[in-house]
């Protein structure tokens, strides 16, 4: 049996006030993890360097997550 691939978000502390960030498909960041952009494996490398090279936050990476019922990402508890 294969196992289905794993997703991701995107995470970052906003240099303003120190918040965690998750990083959206239209390139914002939101302090709501259930708006974030659900990555497969295909995509993070690339949106992980993107994040990065963003300067309103430090610290970007990817954490994992999952697909609600509704869609929505949820992040997967270590």
């Given at each position: 049996m294969t196992?289905?691939?794993?997703?991701?978000v995107i995470s970052a502390t906003d240099i303003a006030d120190g918040d965690t960030v998750?990083?959206?498909s239209c390139d914002a960041w939101t302090r709501d993890v259930a708006i974030a952009e659900l990555?497969?494996?295909d995509d993070?490398?690339?949106?992980?360097?993107?994040a990065n090279r963003l300067?309103?936050?430090r610290d970007a990476a990817l954490l994992p997550?999952?697909?609600t019922e509704h869609g929505l990402a949820e992040l997967i508890a270590a």
């Open positions: 196992q289905p691939k794993q997703t991701k998750y990083l959206t990555l497969g494996e993070l490398d690339w949106r992980l360097a993107f300067r309103e936050v997550a999952k697909a």
